[in-house]
């Protein structure tokens, strides 16, 4: 066995050396075995490690997660803003103050499962488990880096995201109420018949429409980020061609006159329209002006309009792989996932069509033997 074992004295009794290279063949010590079996067992772990080649060099875990956690994040800015600024943000408000000062080797499952739990107990799932994907984010690059044998932060219980309970579905008549007495009712409609999402629409260029086909070639996306609207790819970063109803033909040609193949299609042409305001803005005031016409109207978000679109596109028979590619979804499992209880309304639908078919087949035949 490579290494040695050798005793020394201390103030407490006895205790053990453990003397072995390291791969790179320099040479190293820990001290502190209470036992030469503790000892021996030690140096053959190291021994088996090394030949194995899984050997962590214990001088590479001295550092904490507040050291590794700059270079984690300028590995996110690979990312959309949208995506890397929201890590940022939860590393200093959640992480830093917990962890930033702990040395990564010291830390256990166990007390990232009491933070998670705690934090649970204040915040939202979706902030607990982005805070969380931090840390194990952080940790999983020592692991690569070989600071570390595993990842703590690996296989806690996360809180589950619950969905939105009441999503909002209108109807096409609610979609007229809405849109017809708003200041952008193009935009309204362009929002409830297509399902594009808002910095998808807002991003929106003369060229990205084909009036001859009815379609909208959906390649970008607006978002804001703190006070800043950054330009990107879609979410999925795929293009698709999105079908319009013919009802919205007049308004986009409105909304394109007098501009130039580039300039955008909704707003002046030239800078991208912000989210309205959710307190006094030309939605939620649309909203209001269609509640005082009629009280059961409900309460909604420019983004509720995205899920109107399923709802009117899956009643008027559309299969859920038409839905997938007009909402832009990674995969038809996510779009049953999101709006399966459309589906199976629409599969309530399917079975009297089948109940129908059936008599007439039924009916059919009994004629048929009485010719006979």
């Known amino acids: 066995m490579a290494g040695s074992v050798t005793p020394y004295s201390t103030s ?14 320099t040479q190293t010590d820990k001290r502190g075995f209470k036992t030469k079996r503790e000892a021996e067992l030690f140096l053959a772990s190291v021994t088996v490690s090394k030949a194995a080649g899984d050997y962590i060099d214990p001088a590479l875990a001295r550092v904490s997660v507040g050291d590794l ?12 803003p949208s995506s890397s600024k929201p890590l940022e943000v ?77 999503r909002v ?39 990205h429409i084909n009036f001859l086909r009815r379609r909208l070639n959906v390649e970008e996306n607006a978002v804001k980020v703190g006070a800043v609207i950054h330009l ?7 293009r ?5 109803p013919e009802l919205l033909s007049a308004g986009l040609a409105e909304q394109c006159a ?12 030239t800078f991208h329209m912000k989210s309205p305001d959710s307190v006094d803005g030309w939605f939620v005031n649309a909203v209001r002006r269609a509640q005082q016409a009629n009280p059961d109207f409900p309460s909604l978000t420019p983004h509720d309009l995205r899920h109107t679109a399923a709802s009117l596109a899956i009643s008027s028979g559309a299969n859920v792989k038409a839905v997938q590619r007009m909402l832009g979804h990674a995969s038809a499992a996510m779009t049953l996932d999101t709006y399966g209880d459309l589906f199976d309304d629409d599969l309530e639908m399917v079975a009297a069509k089948m109940q129908d078919a059936a008599r007439e ?3 059919g035949k009994a004629w048929a033997s009485n010719l006979a």
């Not at 050396?17 to 390291?22: A, E, G, L, S």
């Not at 595993?150 to 296989?155: C, D, L």
């Not at 990107?232 to 795929?238: A, I, P, Q, R, V």
Request: proline share 7%; hydrophobic share 35%; with cysteine.
């Open 258 to 269: 007098d501009k130039g193949p580039t300039q955008l299609v909704f707003g002046g042409g």
């Open 240 to 244: 698709r061609s999105v079908p319009y």
């Open 90 to 166: 939860a590393w200093g408000v959640h992480v830093a103050e917990r962890w930033g000062h702990r040395e990564i080797s010291t830390i256990v499952p166990s007390e990232v499962q009491v933070w998670v739990s705690e934090l649970a107990g204040r915040r939202s799932p979706s902030v607990v488990i982005r805070a969380h994907g931090v840390l194990a984010g952080i940790l999983d690059m020592a692991v690569t880096d070989r600071r570390l044998p595993r990842n703590p932060a690996r296989g806690v219980k996360l809180p589950r995201k619950t969905g939105k309970l009441n």
């Open 232 to 238: 990107g790819t879609t979410n999925g970063h795929e």
């Open 69 to 80: 956690a700059p270079l984690w994040l300028r590995s996110k800015l690979v990312l959309k």
């Open 361 to 363: 087949a039924s009916v």
């Open 169 to 207: 579905y209108l109807s096409h008549d609610q979609v007229h109420t809405l849109a017809g007495p708003s200041a952008h009712p193009t935009l309204a409609l362009c929002l409830a018949y297509t399902g594009i999402r808002w910095g998808e629409a807002t991003a929106l260029r003369v060229r």
């Open 12 to 25: 407490q009794g006895k205790r053990y050396r453990v003397r072995y290279r390291k791969p790179v063949h």
